[in-house]
Structures are given as C-alpha cells and as structure tokens.
C-alpha cells in the first residue's frame, strides 16, 4: 500500500442491499467495482432480505471478528398461520392454521422471547455441523440435530397487525435469527407463523442512514458511494477499545514482540479479553491491528499482538532499540488514506 492509494483500500463499506442477490454476490459486486483484492462482510443477510450489509475491503478484512459483534436493529414482517421448513415464506408449507391471535396476546408472549434465550438455529442457515453448512444439507433433504446457542434480544417492539401480518421492529445480538423468532412465537401461540420480509436497519454503530445502495455502486464512480457510505480503518474502529503506542513500542509490535507498558496507561482497557479485544494504534491514532493485554511482573501489562495491518509488520531484526529497515524514531508508513487522529 501507498499513500496514493485510495481511502477505499482499506476500509468499510455500508452497502444498502437489496432483496434477491445473496451477501457474497454483493460483496463480489463491491470488490470488483473498487478494484480491491480482498473484500468480506460483517453478518450475513439471506438473498430474501435487504438493508445494512457491512463490507470490509482490502486489509481491514482482519478487523471482521472485532468489527461484527455491534448489537443488530431489524425491521420485519411475519404471518400468522403457517409453518414451513425454512421458517421464512420461500421454504415448503408444513402446516396451515386459521388461527390469529389477538395483539395483545402476541405482545405479551413476545415479551417473553426479550433477554437471553435459547435458541435452535434453523435448517436453512450458514452454521456448520461437523464441517458443512446447515443450508447445503437442508436443499438435500436432509436434516441434522442442532445444539440451542444462547442469544440475546435487546427489545421487540410491535408496529402494526394487518390480518394474519404483524410489523415489528427487534434489537438483538450477533447470532440471532430473527425468523427462528418469529417460528418460535408462533410455536409459543399455537397458530405457526412464518417471517414474511426482514431489513436491517442498524448493526452498531453503523446504520443505513449512512450507506451507499448496490444499484449506485455498481453504476457510478466509487469516489461518490465512498462518500456516502464509506469508512476509513480508523473511522470504522473508533468504537472499539484502544491504546496508543509509543514509536519504539509500535516497533516491537512489529517484530512480534510483547512490550511491557505501565497498567496506567491501559486503564479502562480490558486485560485477558481475548486475541482481538483492543485495537493497537500509532502515535498518529492509526490502526496498526489488533491484540490484547496480559499480566505481567510486577503489576505491569504485556502488549500481546495477534493481527497486525501490512503497515505495521516489521521485517529483519531489531537491534539497540532502532528498526531493522533503518527507520529513524520507529515511524511507520502511514495507511492507505492517510492517518487521522482520533478525539
């Protein structure tokens, strides 16, 4: 990478999908028209549904399992009185009901879905069981045992109820299917029910009122949906814990060391959080990677990197606090975009 490399080399890209492309043909889509060599998303949208599809490009791939765990905002649609195998209107009947439940019954049994739960994950999902998708076993008929994962639902707030319809707006996070939700419900009330139309609003703390639509993207220059929708690294990570590191400790980073940093300076910080609990930054507030801090002698902290960006990686050894490169203070070259600080 250079420093004229544009800021969508490295970044994050909220894309407003729409309904009847799956999440890796956009994130194809999204790739090709940027001209980056790498690209993925933050949580997959079924090919049924529209909304907030997070795609990181280039390096800032590395930053997903950080990046993805945002509490999520759906607006959705489910009917009452049907039950299918996919637990959405695109999969195959199971069984029809004429009973409708009144709001405020369907009000007080949702309230019970608010907290942590257990939940079975559905068929048509991109779980594993034994090192293959739950999906490409269900388009084959067949169906495996799946363990309830626990999840958390922030909220469950009621819109409106047209006939067998009901409108509702879910705050949940990572790992939940709001169509499991949805059949699940149904179950609890006796009718079935089915989710009939899903849009992700927010995946914090990014939201579709700053995005870029895919018709946009692949039609005009990417300059301008960067604007729209676009984050630099650094921009994308403001959310995320953080510390600073001086040039000789960013240095050591780079070979792979563990500096050792007074606990001071990491206060509020997590300790033993976890390989990607903390993004490490240079002096200029950019992102080298990530790691996490460990005890060490003596009250002090290890600086622990796990993954670390092509800026930050050092080559050759160190030697008399100074870099292998000949690099004078432990300057790193800056990432695609520039620096920012951060406030």
Request: charged share 25%; with cysteine; net charge neutral.
């Amino acid at each position: 990478m250079t420093d004229a490399a544009p800021e969508w080399a490295c970044g994050l890209l909220a894309v407003d999908k729409p309904t009847g492309v799956t999440s890796h043909d956009v994130v194809e889509r999204v790739r090709r028209r940027l001209h980056v060599e790498s690209a993925g998303h933050l949580g997959t949208l079924d090919p049924a549904a529209s909304g907030l599809l997070l795609v990181a490009l280039g390096p800032a791939t590395r930053f997903v399992p950080a990046l993805q765990g945002g509490e999520k905002t759906y607006e959705a649609r489910m009917r009452f009185g049907i039950v299918t195998s996919t637990q959405d209107l695109n999969g195959e009947v199971l069984s029809r009901s004429d009973d409708r439940p009144a709001p405020e019954t369907i009000r007080a049994a949702s309230a019970e879905f608010v907290g942590e739960i257990d939940q079975i994950p559905p068929m048509a999902s991109a779980l594993k069981v034994a090192g293959q998708r739950l999906h490409r076993l269900h388009r084959r008929g067949v169906t495996v045992e799946r363990a309830p994962r626990r999840v958390t639902v922030r909220a469950w707030e009621w819109i409106s109820f047209e006939g067998a319809d009901a409108t509702f707006r879910v705050r949940c996070l990572g790992g939940t299917y709001v169509r499991t939700l949805a059949h699940d419900l149904g179950q609890r009330l006796g009718s079935g029910a089915a989710l009939a139309a899903l849009r992700r609003l927010r995946s914090e703390p990014f939201g579709l009122e700053r995005s870029a639509s895919l018709a946009r993207i692949v039609r005009e220059p990417p300059d301008a949906c960067w604007k729209d929708g676009g984050y630099t690294l650094d921009q994308a990570t403001a959310h995320l814990p953080g510390l600073g590191l001086e040039p000789a400790e960013a240095d050591a980073a780079g070979f792979g060391r563990r500096p050792v940093i007074a606990r001071e300076r990491a206060r509020g910080l997590p300790v033993g959080g976890g390989a990607r609990s903390i993004v490490l930054r240079d002096a200029r507030g950019a992102a080298l990677g990530l790691g996490e801090l460990a005890e060490a002698e003596g009250g002090a902290l290890l600086v622990c990197p796990h993954v670390l960006m092509p800026w930050a990686v050092r080559d050759g050894r160190l030697a008399g606090g100074e870099a292998a490169d000949g690099g004078e203070g432990g300057e790193l070259p800056a990432p695609p975009g520039g620096a920012r600080a951060l406030a």
